[in-house]
């Protein structure tokens, strides 16, 4: 097939244009800057320049193409209210465009990278694909609130006939993910970690290797109008934490971040955009920490596309050891 993939140079979606490549599929990366995304080049992969601004340029880019997969987006908690405009503009407004441009153009499957944040908090319930959120319970952070728009601009559109397959992963970590959860994990497992921050978030971790397989066969043979979570077990921060730590040989943290001292220090903290050290929006990452869980099940997709989620002991040591993080710790799994 010949792809379009959009958020090629990202975390997910550099593993995702190098695995198509690798069977065969002639790739479009559709990147900001090719010149900062060397390691996508390779066989079978030409980069093209785009901002995703422009649905006429969207639609130059994509003819000819037997599938598009959306995977840019925006993730970040915390941000400052000057940041706002940019992340709805990266998640929504970019979503909307390349769905109609490749609508226009004649695409016959297009792959949308949402996530499970579009249910909000399941309050330690595992959800599935028909589960609706209360929208009157307003919203955990902007990243949820524009995620979830996006999430509704691609069910509109399949309603109107479009041509997509909607995937929802769960807490997505891996080799360069920069996120806080992950971070986390990582100096759990090296024994950098001097304390746990929001033990009680509840996540429901997928290795970036497993969701990638899932969105290749959502694209191979996922129902057109169908959304599909992929995602693991359900887990708190302080569990994964714990797990990590033993899968490297190290002992756990004792201490953990008090979150009434950071309520305490939200106030100046978000005044000034961010003390060092700190988020921007303090008040916004407590609100989506504290005793949120982001969980969901992966029955479906486990039923039509055979998706598996490997458990967080091994994912941390597919991630970690081959970087050379303590390589030689025995495995507790």
């Known amino acids: 097939m010949r792809v379009v993939v959009t958020g090629g140079a990202g975390f997910i979606g550099r593993i995702l244009v190098r695995r198509l490549a690798g069977r065969g599929d ?9 010149a900062k995304a060397p390691y996508l080049q390779r066989d079978h992969v030409r980069l093209v320049t785009s901002d995703l601004a422009s649905v006429p340029a969207l639609i130059t880019q994509m003819k000819g193409a037997d599938a598009v997969i959306h995977a840019a987006g925006q993730y970040r908690i915390g941000i400052r209210a000057s940041e706002r405009d940019a992340m709805l503009d990266a998640n929504v407004g970019a979503t909307e465009r390349v769905l109609d441009a490749a609508v226009a153009a004649g695409v016959q499957r297009v792959v949308y990278l949402s996530t499970v944040n579009v249910f909000g908090d399941t309050a330690g319930k595992e959800v599935d694909e028909t589960y609706r959120r209360d929208e009157r319970l307003g919203f955990l952070s902007w990243y949820d609130e524009t995620k979830y728009g996006a999430h509704l601009a691609a069910e509109k559109r399949i309603a109107g006939g479009a041509p997509i397959v909607i995937v929802e992963p769960g807490q997505v970590y891996g080799p360069n993910d920069h996120s806080l959860a992950s971070g986390q994990i990582e100096h759990a497992y090296t024994g950098r970690l001097r304390y746990v921050t929001f033990p009680r978030v509840g996540m429901a971790w997928v290795h970036v290797d497993d969701l990638v397989d899932g969105m290749v066969v959502a694209l191979d043979r996922g129902r057109i109008g ?21 899968v490297g040989g190290r002992k756990p943290p004792r201490l953990t971040m008090p979150v009434a001292l950071m309520r305490m220090m939200a106030p100046l903290n978000d005044r000034f955009g961010g003390l060092p050290g700190m988020p921007g929006n303090l008040s916004e990452t407590i609100n989506a920490g504290g005793k949120v869980t982001y969980w969901a099940r992966s029955d479906k997709a486990q039923t039509e596309l055979g998706f598996k989620a490997r458990s967080l002991q091994q994912g941390v040591a597919d991630t970690w050891r081959p970087l050379g993080a303590n390589p030689d710790a025995p495995s507790k799994d």
């Open 26 to 34: 002639d790739v479009v990366a559709l990147v900001r800057d090719p």
């Open 226 to 246: 169908e959304s599909y979570i992929m995602a693991g077990a359900p887990l708190r921060i302080g569990e994964s934490v714990t797990i990590a730590a033993r």
